[in-house]
């Protein structure tokens, strides 16, 4: 598990961190402005089914809706294949507006690369590293104490995952953005895979409690938004108490 600040990642924005920690309508806008430019629409019916056409433009219009309530988790794609080149406008125009020397393909592509290099060395012996290509900004801030539900989202090896924090206070520094993690092994476990094949998420029925002593509660601060970390290696849950309004998930 290793983290990273937005001024580190970004050493010719220097400010960066600053901003993103002090400014909610800064963190907002770029939550916004990425969703509107990973929105992918599903693909249309045949032409020739008219009430198909229909319920497709209802169907349509309600995830439209549900991609720009920044109270609701939203999924895209950051990566479909190595020949396509994603544009993100709304994202570029955010920058400009908070005069942020930034595109938006830049941040995005820095930031994923993150999943190839933060554990190299770890993974060299992995011909073909894992690679989804999805994103998700996932709106959870709960109002009281939360049990853990802990799982992987992947069962696949060498799978590596970023996040990145939007707090929902500004200047928050503590351990209730990042997801909460364990590397407790319990002697029996139940576990459900949610689809079929290793690229699909393991939620685990922890028959043992899991110690205090056992969950680690990754800091988020200023210089410290981005948390980097092998999803084969550790069980994570949302944290036991919430202080955020998403954080992204990048595989």
């Known amino acids: 598990m290793k983290s990273y600040g937005l001024s580190e990642i970004f050493p010719t924005v220097p400010n960066l961190s600053s901003i993103w920690s002090s400014n909610s309508s800064f963190r907002s806008s770029v939550r916004l402005a990425t969703r509107k430019s990973l929105f992918h629409p599903p693909p249309p019916p045949p032409p020739s089914s008219l009430e198909k056409a229909k319920n497709y433009k209802k ?6 809706q549900i991609q720009v309530d920044l109270s609701s988790t939203a999924n895209g794609r950051w990566h479909v294949n190595p020949t396509e080149s994603l544009s993100y406008p709304h994202l570029d125009s955010a920058f400009a507006k908070y005069s942020i020397r930034l595109t938006g393909s830049e941040f995005i592509s820095t930031l994923t690369s993150l999943t190839r ?5 770890e993974l060299k012996h992995i011909e073909d590293q894992p690679l989804r290509g999805s994103w998700l900004d996932i709106s959870t801030n709960y109002d009281g104490p939360l ?17 990145l924090g939007f707090p929902s206070s500004s200047s928050y520094s503590g351990h209730s953005v990042f997801s909460h993690f364990t590397t407790h092994s319990p002697t029996t476990l139940k576990t459900t895979s949610e689809g079929e094949g290793h690229d699909s998420p393991l939620i685990v029925d922890m028959e043992e409690n899991v ?4 969950v680690i509660k990754p800091f988020y601060g200023e210089g410290c938004e981005v948390l980097v970390y092998r999803d084969d290696k550790l069980l994570h849950s949302a944290p036991d108490s919430t202080n955020r309004d998403g954080v992204w998930r990048f595989m």
């Open 211 to 214: 110690k205090i002593r056992e």
């Open 59 to 64: 169907k349509l219009n309600f995830l439209r």
């Open 147 to 163: 049990e853990y539900g802990w799982h992987r989202d992947s069962q696949l090896e060498g799978q590596v995952t970023l996040m």
């Open 117 to 121: 290099t933060a554990f190299e060395s």
